[in-house]
């Protein structure tokens, strides 16, 4: 269990986080670094048995008919991974305790941060690509939360929806390549993955594969050409930036590259892919990150730089690329994050991050100097620092590439190029900020900070001065297990002594240091106000022109497509449903009159009959009143409902019944905005002949679109009876349901996770309906009736003000009415709790309280109900989506797939014999979500009906 709760820590101390006051900033970052060393001391507790066993696992049984289980796998490259990811997010948070304000919402800030955590740990810790993919785009919400902390900010909003968009369309990418490897090996299983990577290239979509897989990674590790978003991703505060760039976020695309590694590299189209895009990011990021005025903008872009190398590393498709790949990520986390806190240093003390105001400030910092100077160097391959080491053997593996000599030729060039720039840009950050004259126009007066906000930087400096002196001693084991999990039998044999001679590789190495100081020589004493050849390029105005170019585009097909009228919309989906109506009889199985059919009962012929007529006059009536066609319609809705009994289904009755008085009461309160009708309709007057044809055109397709659907269905009823699923639910429903009522045993457990996301999606649906009236309002001219047309159309004496709903037509007293409401709790409760073995469940229940309640904001309005019932939709919507989780969770917790029903049966001295299920508490949810969702959005609509009423004196024609 002590893979599950690396993965869960992280979440659970987000909702801690999030509950505690904004004042108790200690409390927070107490909480938070809690949970962060206890994650990299769980991690690292893991060490001994998996140097044993090679790769831990963890399986929790969720959907094993399909294949899918919550996996957790951990091996000695995802326990390093996993170990750079809890250790640097322990230093960040006692960092960020001295950075943040006390005026920040703090509480947001570290519950965002520990699940930023959590996800780059469940991407790491997967052992099932589609968890994978799931966590994937988990970390690019997370990081959007994040950049836009300071959301009063545009730069911020603008760099979050930047980055949530490009690395959103990237996860789209990768799910779509991770489905085609799943296609392929026949399971989403990572061990079975890793298993047939040649099975794969020898796929005939491996092509497509890998360039899926290559827009996943390349644009969440902001690769060529996606590189654009990281730099305007620095508007987070400087602690997220720090961890984003070191240990998360954009080292996601490197390692999941190194982790398909062994299935997809070896070919030449990932050479020019992966590599080709590398060797591009390379140079650009060092390029750019030379002219940058911006201390965070100098590191964004170096990260830019360095994850390019990283990325060519893995392209080159060579072993030892791979190991010198690997051994750069935990380098480049190092010295990125020290630089990270220091350039938030100098902004925190200075309140400026301007490179061209900054100088001299090594007199009054000289700790953070120092500090800072050290990373730096690390950062450009200086010996006898870690990053001099990764840096040697991604040169000499541009030396031996097994390439054309044109390209061997290459490499070595662009290589030594880049690292001429990695000096360059580094110098230009320590000399230009820490000597000189001292600044004397900045916002603050410079000093060093407090040394708990200096600690995690120097300890990340000495991890830097340890690895490049003692590689092999210290970083060492963890790398060959790493490399070893990875690679296997074909793991090669390195070495990473500090000197290996002299050498091409060293001489390379001291040629990058001697060039980048010529290179920054011309920019000392001068500011860089534009980027030569370069900065025409604008990846922003790019971005948003390609977006502001689909907006357009979806507009004039809408335009082209669609019609704003109502009418026109229902018109093409009835016509779809005409076409889907006949398909199946287009060369298809289905024929009619296969299977004997019962003779036609007069009572139930009249029942249609009268159906019939209701629906004819709701649609004769909707033109001249339109409270007595939604009466109508109503009276066809509750044929229907009784046709259902005839037939036996009581369940969908009940359902029907429940759904038309929703559909009644919600079509009730929007009556009021519907435009209002032709004059000629209300005097009388014979309509012209385009309106009688257009009602003709609908009569026949309306018809046509029910009579196919008629078709269809009488072609199903007496069809020849086949083997399919229906026994198997009537034979299973109660030894393994547990239940004699076969469709709530269906929807609740055969079907459970069917439900589970059913519900969801009505979750989602009440609070999009709940936002968008929240900020609608009725254009008065045409959509606010006056009252004299409101008594033509509704029939009513005078509308309720407090409601906003007429009360003419309800022949009841209120006070009646309210007492409905605790009759109707108890009707709902008692559908509830009968539900699993004989009509009833969650859903009706829920409709019946549901209407209750709203019939209480028709009778006594919304001020008297809300300040009376206390219902708060939100909450009933949160609970209902909580229990009905915790009931597949549940299941869960003793290895059963998620939402199997766990029962058990206690004996109570009073009570006697106790039956509890888990699948009560899946119906409480169920019950809790329909009444909030529904309540939600006919309150939100109650609350547009009052807005949109004309006043009193408006009303009645007063001045």
């Given at each position: ?122 991407v790491v810790l997967s052992g099932n690509l589609l968890q994978l993919a799931m ?653 004299q047309q409101v008594e033509q159309d509704v029939g009513t004496r005078a509308p ?24 109707a709790m108890l009707i709902s409760l008692f559908f509830l709790l009968r539900g ?124």
């Open positions: 269990m002590a893979l599950l709760l690396i993965v869960l820590l992280p979440f659970i101390g987000s909702l801690c986080a999030a509950l505690l006051p904004t004042n108790a900033r200690n409390a927070e970052a107490w909480l938070a670094g809690i949970i962060a060393l206890t994650v990299a001391l769980l991690t690292a507790a893991q060490y001994p048995q998996l140097a044993i066993d090679g790769v831990l696992r963890l399986t929790i049984p969720w959907s094993p008919t399909l294949g899918l289980d919550f996996q957790l796998r951990m091996d000695g490259y995802a326990w390093l991974f996993a170990m750079l990811v809890a250790l640097i997010g322990t230093l960040v948070v006692i960092y960020a305790r001295y950075y943040m304000s006390p005026a920040d919402p703090v509480p947001r800030f570290f519950s965002f941060f520990l699940a930023f955590m959590g996800t780059m740990l469940g966590f994937w785009e988990l970390t690019s919400l997370a990081s959007f939360m994040l950049i836009a902390y300071w959301h009063h900010r545009s730069d911020a909003r603008t760099g979050a929806r930047m980055a949530l968009t490009v690395t959103g369309i990237g996860g789209l990418a990768l799910l779509s390549g991770v489905l085609l490897i799943g296609h392929i090996v026949g399971s989403y299983d990572l061990d079975a993955v890793l298993a047939a990577g040649e099975q794969i290239k020898a796929h005939a979509w491996y092509p497509t594969i890998v360039g899926l897989v290559a827009v996943g990674a390349l644009s969440k590790s902001a690769q060529f050409p996606f590189h654009f978003w990281l730099p305007h991703a620095m508007a987070a505060p400087t602690p997220v930036s720090a961890y984003l760039h070191s240990a998360t976020m954009v080292k996601a695309g490197v390692f999941l590259l190194a982790r398909l590694w062994p299935v997809l590299a070896g070919s030449d189209l990932w050479f020019w892919l992966i590599g080709g895009a590398g060797l591009c990011t390379l140079l650009i990021g060092g390029y750019l990150a030379l002219f940058q005025n911006d201390l965070k903008g100098v590191l964004a872009y170096s990260t830019i730089s360095h994850l390019g190398l990283i990325t060519l590393l893995l392209g080159m498709n060579s072993e030892l690329a791979l190991v010198a790949a690997v051994f750069h990520m935990v380098n480049h986390a190092t010295f990125k994050a020290s630089l990270f806190m220091a350039a938030g240093i100098v902004d925190h003390e200075t309140g400026t991050r301007d490179i061209n105001r900054l100088s001299g400030l090594y007199r009054a910092m000289p700790i953070t100097a120092t500090l800072a100077m050290v990373a730096a160097a690390a950062m450009a391959g200086v010996p006898l620092l870690n990053g001099f080491l990764s840096k040697e053997m991604f040169f000499a593996e541009t030396i031996f590439a097994e390439r054309t000599e044109w390209q061997r030729l290459l490499l070595p060039l662009a290589a030594t190029m880049a690292g001429m720039l990695s000096v360059a840009y580094s110098l230009r950050f320590v000399h230009q900020v820490f000597f000189g004259e001292p600044a004397t126009d900045l916002p603050h007066q410079p000093h060093e900070p407090t040394y708990w906000m200096l600690l995690p930087s120097a300890l990340l400096v000495a991890v830097c001065l340890l690895v490049g002196i003692l590689p092999a001693a210290t970083v060492g084991p963890f790398l060959r297990t790493a490399t070893d999990s990875l690679l296997g039998a074909s793991a090669p044999s390195y070495s990473l002594a500090v000197w290996h001679g002299l050498n091409l590789p060293l001489y390379m190495s001291l040629t990058a240091l001697m060039g980048g100081v010529m290179l920054y020589l011309p920019f000392i004493g001068r500011n860089s106000e534009r980027i030569p050849l370069l900065g025409a390029i604008d990846g922003r105005q790019a971005f948003n022109w390609l977006l502001g170019a689909i907006t357009d585009l979806a507009g004039w097909l809408l335009g082209r497509l669609t019609s704003p009228r109502l009418q026109i919309q229902l018109l093409v989906i009835l016509l779809v449903v005409i076409g889907g109506s006949l398909l199946p009889f287009v060369d298809g199985p289905l024929h009619f009159g296969e299977q004997s059919t019962i003779e036609l009962d007069p009572a139930f012929a009249l029942l249609w009959i009268v159906g019939a007529v209701c629906a004819v006059a709701a649609a004769w009536q909707a033109k001249l009143h339109r409270l007595a066609a939604l009466i109508l319609a109503g009276g066809a809705g509750l044929a229907t409902s009784l046709t259902f009994v005839w037939f036996s289904a009581p369940d969908l009755a009940l359902t029907q019944l429940a759904v038309e008085v929703v559909t009644a009461v919600l079509i009730l309160l929007g009556l009021r905005w519907l435009p209002r009708r032709d004059k000629r309709y209300r005097e009388g007057k014979r309509e012209p002949l385009r309106a009688h044809l257009r009602r003709l055109r609908d009569l026949l397709v309306a018809v046509a679109g029910g009579g196919g659907i008629a078709a269809l269905a009488y072609a199903i009823l007496t069809r020849p009876t086949v083997d399919g699923i229906a026994s198997f639910f009537v034979e299973q429903a109660l030894p393994q349901g547990g239940g004699l009522n076969v469709v709530n045993v269906i929807l609740v457990d055969f079907r459970g996770f069917d439900t589970f996301g059913e519900i969801t999606v009505l979750a989602v649906v009440a609070l999009t309906v709940f936002a968008l009236l929240r900020r609608f309002r009725p254009a008065p001219e045409s959509v606010a009736l006056p009252a309720d003000l407090a409601a906003g709903l007429p009360t003419g037509y309800l022949m009841l007293p209120a006070v009646l009415v309210r007492l409905l409401l605790p009759m699993h073995n004989t009509p009833g469940g969650g859903f009706v229940g829920g409709l019946v309280f549901a209407t209750a309640i709203i019939l209480q904001y028709i009778v006594g309005g919304t001020q008297w109900v809300e300040s009376r019932l206390r219902i708060h939709p939100l909450y009933w919507i949160a609970i209902g989506l909580l229990a009905a989780a915790m009931a597949g969770v549940t299941a869960s917790l003793v290895n059963d797939p998620f939402l199997t029903a766990e029962s058990w049966h206690a004996s109570l001295p009073l009570l006697g014999d106790i039956h509890l299920s888990t699948v009560l508490l899946f119906d409480v949810g169920v019950y809790m979500l329909v009444v909030g969702a529904t309540v939600l959005m006919l309150v939100a609509i109650a609350h547009q009906s009052l807005r949109s009423l004309p006043r009193k004196s408006e009303a009645e024609g007063a001045p």
